[in-house]
Nanobody, 123 residues
């Protein structure tokens, strides 16, 4: 499975961005997906995840109420809607697929990774 994330950019604090992730295989639509981010000099951290069914969703505390993960099975896409962005959200954002339906919040549980898209939030 090859994943591609896009939609990053430069935005002012309080603004919004929507990240998208697509895969080159239809089976991707059955798998749990996660969004992770890595700021300069820091480890890759969990942001949000969605189960293969799309029913279960998980968020790290710092983005709850601001970010929403969703998926469109028909389009083979996963999205991360990011509202009320803050400078501390600045990072490279990666989408990842577990290869199974159950989502987790642990990066090592995800087998397939996209190349990342940069989000920069100015104050």
């Amino acid at each position: 499975v090859q994943l591609q994330a896009f939609g990053g950019g430069l935005v002012q604090a309080g603004g919004s961005l929507r990240l998208s992730c697509t895969a080159n295989e239809r089976t991707f639509s059955n798998y749990a997906m996660g969004w992770f981010r890595q700021a300069p000099g820091k480890e890759r951290d969990f942001v949000a995840a969605i189960s293969g069914s799309g029913i279960s969703k998980y968020y790290t505390d710092s983005v709850k109420g601001r970010f929403t993960i969703s998926r469109d099975t028909a389009k083979n896409m996963v999205y991360l809607q990011m509202n009320n962005l803050k400078p501390e959200d600045t990072a490279v954002y990666y989408c990842a697929s577990r290869g199974v339906r159950l989502a987790t919040m642990v990066p090592v549980d995800y087998a397939y990774w996209g190349q990342g898209t940069l989000v920069t939030v100015s104050s």
